[in-house]
């Protein structure tokens, strides 16, 4: 179903050595709502900070549009999760890749930050009413990876977002259904880059009201095992030697977190939401950042300043791709994650 055919590349100054032969595939999983702290705060050597544990599933949604963000040092929900709560992705961290200093592109909520990881930039500061433009709303005219891939004669593959359909060109294009990754992945067939998204019940997104009464929604040991699952798929499709995969969590959930992100750029309103002018809209909170590959150094913590927009800049430098903006064209490529000297083994299938 997907074509691959590699050129020769070169990673130029990036960082990156020439990968060609080595990476093959990105896969982007994209999880909901969590900080770094809230996650990874008592991961050993990371810069985490001890606070309350949570109740597994949330007891609510903490407010996390870019409002509630502004008075996050007094309104921020102060308690997390631990490794008896999300054991493999504490396994994942110490056998591959955990980035401590990685951070959302907006200050803000879901839609904009799901836009920054398919284009590099967003139009939005704060979700649309219902994840959707208004009606008759023409789509947002901006470059993304996906066209990008698409005039390199490479793939790509929506697993489940729904961000996508805001781009000019991308609506319906490469859509599937969450499932269908595990069924491609295991079959050894995928594109050039995928992202995928869990299901509601398995995002990790902590339970709307009409949530109350799922035991499953918003549970983040659910959500972590539909992860492995994922990953259990690469491995048995014989795709993991030449694959890199990313895990992260699309905005900071209204958690806290103990690091104040630097400001790169303020908002400039254009009517959506004018008591938002001149506050800050990159970065956001920090937001936990998996690395697993063959390629990934071992047992390291990133503390190399890296975005969402990061992952655009790695997938540019892999493929021998243009940069779509400035943010991607100045932003790292997570070049500081990888050994390409040697070749780590796959992850066990049931990581604790």
């Given at each position: ?8 590349q ?33 991961f050993?050597?990371?810069?985490g ?36 709560d999300i054991?493999a ?11 401590d ?40 005219k ?6 990008s891939?698409?005039?390199?004669k ?51 997104h902590?339970?709307?009201p009409?949530?109350?009464g799922?035991?499953l929604?918003?549970?983040?040991t ?6 492995v ?11 993991w ?52 590959s ?59």
């Amino acid at each position: 179903m997907f074509g691959t055919k590699l050129r020769k590349q070169k990673a130029g100054n990036s960082g990156l050595p020439d990968v060609l032969g080595k990476i093959e595939h990105v896969v982007i999983i994209v999880k909901e709502n969590h900080c770094f702290d809230n996650y990874f705060g008592t991961f050993l050597g990371a810069n985490g900070t001890i606070m309350q544990h949570s109740a597994n599933p949330p007891l609510k949604d903490p407010d996390h549009r870019h409002g509630a963000w502004l008075t996050r040092a007094t309104t921020a929900v102060r308690e997390q999760f631990t490794a008896d709560d999300i054991p493999a992705y504490f396994a994942y961290a110490k056998q591959f890749t955990l980035c401590d200093n990685y951070f959302t592109d907006v200050a803000g909520p879901s839609t904009p930050n799901h836009l920054m990881l398919i284009a590099a930039d967003s139009p939005i500061i704060d979700n649309p009413p219902r994840y959707r433009l208004p009606v008759g709303t023409a789509p947002f005219k901006m470059p993304s990876l996906p066209i990008s891939l698409e005039n390199a004669k490479l793939s790509w593959g929506n697993y489940g977002g729904y961000a996508f359909d805001l781009i000019d060109g991308l609506q319906n294009k490469q859509k599937f259904i969450s499932d269908k990754f595990t069924a491609d992945a295991s079959n050894g067939k995928l594109p050039t880059v995928s992202w995928v998204y869990a299901p509601h019940d398995a995002s990790e997104h902590p339970p709307d009201p009409m949530d109350h009464g799922n035991p499953l929604v918003g549970n983040v040991t659910h959500g972590m095992q539909w992860t492995v699952d994922q990953i259990n798929a690469v491995v048995k499709g014989g795709l993991w030697p030449k694959t890199v995969i990313f895990i992260t969590w699309d905005d900071w959930g209204g958690w806290f977190d103990h690091v104040d992100p630097q400001n790169v750029e303020n908002w400039k309103d254009t009517g959506q939401h004018p008591s938002y002018n001149g506050t800050q809209f990159r970065y956001g909170s920090r937001v936990g950042c998996l690395v697993l590959s063959p390629y990934a150094k071992s047992g390291y913590i990133s503390k190399v300043l890296h975005s969402h927009v990061s992952l655009v800049k790695f997938c540019e430098v892999a493929f021998n791709l243009p940069s779509l903006n400035k943010k991607d064209a100045n932003a790292d490529d997570m070049s500081d994650c990888f050994d390409f000297t040697r070749s780590l083994p796959p992850p066990p299938s049931n990581p604790k």
